[in-house]
């Protein structure tokens, strides 16, 4: 079983509409949890993290997490065009290293 | 805003010849790190650096590849004999504290690496 599971997509929806992206996890061990947007040939970018189960909002994006099933989400609202790149969800187990879900390809239609 | 950057964004080479790629970390950073992408995969780690030593690398991090800080500003990744498999977008990443708190990563906008 892979550390880290996300499905490649990719995710197209129209403007405006709520897109939700999740990733599971085998290992017990990651404390935090990350979202990362990563444009083409682009480094990624920090979203959010969290730490505990629960959500945790800014702005247009919430980060939902739940240890006890080894899931976590994002959701993006009132999603746009702008919004088209790759999330990667990332986790972190206290070591130096980022273990990373292979990345969700998401388009938002005009 | 303090950012990370790389250079070369493109590289391209001869299998077998060797490569530095080249980071400025954010510069009151402690911690760095290497990651690699090969193109639709996942980002992998490799290595992270920390006063002058590596303190943790990946199974892919064999010893074809160093690390080195040679001065106060710059990290590299130096590949000594590349192969077609070392193809990938290369990313740099910097950290200002580990400790035992979650440490914020922060990516440079990568080096792409092309072995033919």
């Known amino acids: 079983q892979k550390e880290v599971e996300q499905d490649p997509g990719p995710l197209s929806v129209p403007e405006g509409a709520i ?3 999740n990733c599971t996890y085998s290992n017990s061990a990651f404390q935090y949890f990350m979202w990362y947007r990563q444009y083409s040939r682009k480094g ?8 505990s189960s629960g959500n945790k ?30 999330y990667l969800c990332a986790m972190w187990a206290g ?16 | 805003e303090p950012e990370v950057t790389q250079t070369p964004s ?15 970390p954010i510069s009151n950073h402690l911690y760095f790190y290497w990651y690699r992408q090969i193109l639709g995969q996942k980002v992998e780690f490799l290595v992270s650096f920390y006063n002058n030593e590596i303190s943790e690398k990946s199974e892919i991090f064999d010893d ?19 192969k077609l498999e070392d193809s990938a ?10 400790l035992a708190l979650y440490n914020e990563q922060f990516f440079g906008p990568g080096t792409r690496l092309t072995v033919l």
């Open chain 2, 10 to 24: 493109h590289q391209v080479t001869q299998m077998g010849q060797e490569v530095i790629l080249r980071c400025v």
């Open chain 2, 89 to 98: 977008m290369y990313f740099c990443a910097s950290s200002d504290s580990r």
């Open chain 1, 44 to 51: 990624p970018e920090l979203l959010m993290y969290t730490y």
């Open chain 1, 95 to 110: 070591t130096y290293k980022y273990i990373f879900g292979t990345g969700t390809r998401l388009k938002v239609l005009a």
């Open chain 1, 57 to 86: 909002e800014d702005g247009r994006f919430t980060a939902q997490v739940d240890k006890s099933s080894k899931y976590i989400s994002l959701f993006i609202r009132d999603s746009q065009p702008s919004d088209s790149a790759t």
């Open chain 1, 19 to 21: 897109v939700s992206l």
């Open chain 2, 64 to 82: 074809q590849f160093s690390v080195e800080r040679p001065d106060g500003s710059n990290f590299t990744l130096k590949i000594r004999s590349t």
